[in-house]
């Protein structure tokens, strides 16, 4: 029977919110329109807000017809109150429960939260898409975004955008600035009449920037693909066939491709020599559009073209006895080109905090002044400044690709073609490259196309998989989530297990099996709930079953998967 006393009925409300909050940081009692309740400060980065529930007795409710609680804020928020409204909790003693409708809350502020975290990495994979772009101190909503026009016109310009809906943060790059100050940006009507309700995208607010910097040029609208490298239903050869992606200065794309998986007697990388030669402007056999940032290849100058790369293993007989330094010293004194020795000391001015550096001097005192500090400075980011009085036939297989990156960046390309060996490379092997090939990204603004093993490859921003049946593009993760569970993988080991054991796990139509060692090591992809799998197993072999491992799978479970699905009768399994 429950009491009807509002005195008796508010005491115990009382004690149930002092229990709910006691351990809170966020909540704090209050004492309002004759009754107690709880109040908070909503503090989602973009917006604070306070928040406050009152709750009512049960008497009140029966005798002045007042609800239950109510909730009072005085901004519109995504979080969804009628919720609590509606479907408020009780306690067994019938009286309203202040520690469940916390609970409650706090679930529905995190969700406004997470709703916010997904509309900013929408914003981020939009910026993505269509401008070099990187994060700012970690933060992926603070970012650097490098925008090219003709004439080699590069302007810089940093947005923050933690706090959208609401209008970002900008900083303009001084050359920027001489077009249009941020104030003056800051000025025009878009950003005047600036929506936090219905805000637009930040690409839009890039767009319009681009606008008013081509009138300050006076130029012509930059073309669509401007700041791309466009590859469109390419077809190279008889086995290339259809190939399609786009690249940014800064990102890499790996390609898996399988010579022998198309002709088994062929040249080894011939094919995607062809296509290499393709993207660089030396072949135009082939179908399809490449652009090379807005510029079809066929139109492309020879200056234009010259920066782009081959990368590989190869070099010179003659230059092997030589040492690092040696070898960059004869290529930097090749250089004839003014404006590659300016970009050379821009880049020492940010990265090594040189002073004093004038870069309107002429080619040669520029050459001679600077010389030490360019090679260096190369070295250094590709990770081999320790190795520049070692002779080049000593470097290793890894450290062979990466001084032919360093002697390429001497020339300041804008995209790397890097064909690796058909040779296993070791973890801190592919560590270093990837390091190198992050910095170099940055520093230089480069893209890069590799062909490689799976190992190499899985560093690359998106992959393309070439095999005569399809080619597929995407990253890591789009790989793994086309397989079963999204990637949960399990391997088991089995010590001694009965044959009819073994023969009943094989029956089970819900995992595909790989051997990995015979009657005692299995892969399993799963299509179910893992714990389940594991328990189906314990069931099975009991004591037999000694070790099992839950993970991720990686791109290389990936291709092992495609295999076992066209050479099933390879491997073990249900069938």
């Known amino acids: 029977m429950i009491d009807l006393s509002r005195e008796k009925e508010l005491e115990k409300l009382r004690i149930k919110i002092i229990?709910?909050?006691?351990?809170?940081?966020?909540?704090?009692?209050?004492?309002?329109?004759?009754?107690?309740?709880?109040?908070?400060?909503?503090?989602?980065?973009?917006?604070?807000?306070?928040?406050?529930?009152?709750?009512?007795?049960?008497?009140?409710?029966?005798?002045?017809?007042?609800?239950?609680?109510?909730?009072?804020?005085?901004?519109?928020?995504?979080?969804?109150l009628n919720e609590i409204l509606l479907e408020p909790d009780f306690d067994k003693d019938g009286l309203i429960s202040p520690k469940k409708i916390i609970n409650k809350l706090n679930q529905l502020i995190q969700d406004e939260f997470q709703y916010h975290i997904d509309t900013l990495n929408q914003e981020v994979k939009l910026i993505k898409q269509r401008y070099e772009n990187y994060e700012i101190n970690n933060i992926p909503y603070n970012r650097e975004i490098r925008i090219?026009?003709?004439?080699?016109?590069?302007?810089?310009?940093?947005?923050?955008?933690?706090?959208?809906?609401?209008?970002?943060?900008?900083?303009?790059?001084?050359?920027?600035?001489?077009?249009?100050?941020?104030?003056?940006?800051?000025?025009?009507?878009?950003?005047?009449?600036?929506n936090p309700i219905f805000p637009i995208h930040i690409i839009k607010i890039i767009k319009e920037l681009i606008k008013l910097v081509t009138l300050g040029l006076k130029v012509n609208a930059l073309p669509k693909d401007s700041q791309h490298l466009l590859i469109e239903k390419v077809t190279v050869g008889t086995r290339i066939n259809n190939i399609s992606f786009k690249i940014l200065r800064g990102q890499s794309i790996g390609i898996i491709y399988k010579e022998n998986q198309f002709h088994p007697s062929g040249s080894e990388k011939s094919d995607i020599l062809e296509f290499f030669d393709v993207l660089s402007?030396?072949?135009?056999?082939?179908?399809?559009?490449?652009?090379?940032?807005?510029?079809?290849?066929?139109?492309?100058?020879?200056?234009?073209?010259?920066?782009?790369?081959?990368?590989?293993?190869?070099?010179?007989?003659?230059?092997?006895?030589?040492?690092?330094?040696?070898?960059?010293?004869?290529?930097?004194?090749?250089?004839?080109?003014?404006?590659?020795?300016?970009e050379h000391v821009d880049n020492l001015v940010k990265k090594s905090g040189i002073s004093f550096i004038k870069?309107?001097?002429?080619?040669?005192?520029l050459k001679k002044t600077y010389k030490k500090d360019i090679i260096d400075q190369i070295l250094k980011d590709i990770g081999l400044l320790n190795r520049k009085y070692d002779k080049v036939k000593d470097l290793s297989t890894?450290?062979?690709?990466?001084?032919?990156?360093?002697?390429?960046?001497?020339?300041?390309?804008?995209?790397?073609?890097v064909l690796f060996p058909n040779v296993r490379l070791g973890?801190?092997?592919?560590?270093?490259?990837?390091?190198?090939?992050?910095?170099?990204?940055?520093?230089?603004?480069?893209?890069?196309?590799?062909?490689?093993?799976?190992?190499?490859?899985?560093?690359?921003?998106?992959?393309?998989?070439?095999?005569?049946?399809?080619?597929?593009?995407?990253?890591?993760?789009?790989?793994?989530?086309?397989?079963?569970?999204?990637?949960?993988?399990?391997?088991?080991?089995?010590?001694?297990?009965?044959?009819?054991?073994?023969?009943?796990?094989?029956?089970?139509?819900?995992?595909?099996?790989?051997?990995?060692r015979r009657n005692e090591k299995y892969k399993l992809f799963i299509q179910e709930n893992p714990e389940n799998v594991i328990m189906l197993l314990l069931e099975l072999f009991g004591s037999k079953l000694y070790n099992f491992k839950r993970f991720r799978a990686t791109l290389g479970d990936y291709l092992e998967f495609l295999e076992y699905k066209k050479y099933g009768s390879l491997h073990r399994s249900g069938n």
């Open 148 to 194: 090219y026009f003709p004439q080699q016109h590069i302007f810089e310009l940093r947005i923050n955008f933690e706090k959208y809906p609401l209008m970002p943060n900008f900083f303009f790059s001084d050359n920027l600035s001489k077009i249009i100050s941020v104030n003056e940006f800051l000025d025009i009507e878009m950003s005047k009449n600036w």
């Open 281 to 342: 402007g030396n072949s135009t056999s082939f179908t399809g559009i490449v652009k090379i940032f807005g510029k079809n290849v066929q139109l492309a100058l020879k200056s234009e073209l010259d920066r782009i790369k081959m990368i590989s293993i190869k070099i010179d007989q003659a230059l092997k006895n030589l040492t690092l330094k040696k070898v960059m010293s004869k290529d930097f004194d090749l250089i004839v080109d003014l404006n590659i020795l300016k």
């Open 427 to 516: 973890r801190l092997e592919i560590e270093k490259f990837s390091n190198a090939m992050n910095k170099i990204s940055k520093n230089y603004h480069a893209c890069f196309i590799i062909h490689g093993t799976k190992e190499i490859v899985s560093i690359c921003n998106q992959i393309i998989n070439i095999t005569p049946e399809k080619t597929e593009i995407g990253s890591v993760e789009d790989y793994i989530r086309k397989l079963p569970q999204s990637g949960e993988i399990l391997t088991i080991e089995l010590s001694q297990p009965n044959l009819n054991s073994l023969k009943q796990m094989f029956k089970l139509k819900s995992i595909i099996f790989i051997e990995q």
């Open 359 to 365: 870069s309107d001097l002429a080619l040669k005192t």
């Open 19 to 80: 229990d709910a909050i006691r351990f809170s940081k966020h909540y704090w009692m209050i004492f309002k329109e004759k009754t107690f309740g709880i109040a908070t400060i909503l503090d989602l980065i973009y917006k604070k807000s306070y928040i406050e529930v009152l709750f009512f007795t049960n008497y009140d409710v029966l005798e002045s017809g007042v609800p239950i609680l109510t909730i009072n804020t005085p901004i519109e928020t995504e979080v969804d």
């Open 398 to 417: 890894m450290e062979s690709i990466l001084f032919s990156i360093s002697r390429a960046l001497l020339h300041v390309p804008h995209t790397m073609l």
